[in-house]
């Protein structure tokens, strides 16, 4: 099942994330759809909060960039990004939820993880590049954290008028949406 992707201005774009107490039934349809969910935008990473979930998970797929070597496709439930590190470096981020929109961010290159596979495994490793770029995004999401948030104040202000169209359902976006103030 394809979720709507829920839009910039969705109080649970804000929330921190609760962490998933059991692998269930509910789970296991819930990561596929959300991997069915991230393919039909052409997402590279979607968080639970993205559809309407508060939960600790999100998926990733970061097989289709290009200069990367392997890439991952794979979900993370109950991550903990234990330390960061190397010199921050800014790449352009955009998000399924804030469409139309992308920003340089900066963030440190390599993490090291620990999260519950999709077998209910707990697992610790290390990601570094375009993976753990995408990882770093995502992570944001549970803990209620948008890309928008890392730019500067001036930036932010720029982006208002954009932001709150976004909110009201203005903007042109392939896939389907649900927007917090759509009248
Ligand atoms: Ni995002």
Known sequence: MIYPIRAYGDPILRAECKKIE???EFLKKLISDMYETMDASDGVGL??????????????????????????RQAFINP???????????????????PEIRENVSRPP????????????????????LT???IQHEYDHI???????????FKKQLLKGKLSNISRGKVNVRYRMKFPKRR
Not at 47 to 61: E, H, M, S
Not at 86 to 93: A, H, I
């Open 132 to 134: 753990a770029r995408v």
């Open 143 to 153: 803990e209620g954290i948008l890309f928008t948030d890392h730019l500067s104040a």
């Open 47 to 72: 968080a639970a909060p993205q559809i309407g979930k508060n939960l600790r998970l999100f998926t990733v797929d970061s097989t289709h960039f290009p200069d990367e070597e392997g890439g991952v």
């Open 110 to 129: 390599k993490l090291k993880i620990q999260y519950i596979t999709e077998d209910w495994e707990s697992k610790t490793e290390v990601f570094e590049g």
């Open 80 to 98: 903990v990004i234990i330390e960061e590190h190397g010199e921050e470096w800014e790449f352009e981020e955009g998000c399924l939820s804030i």
């Open 22 to 24: 059991e692998n269930d």
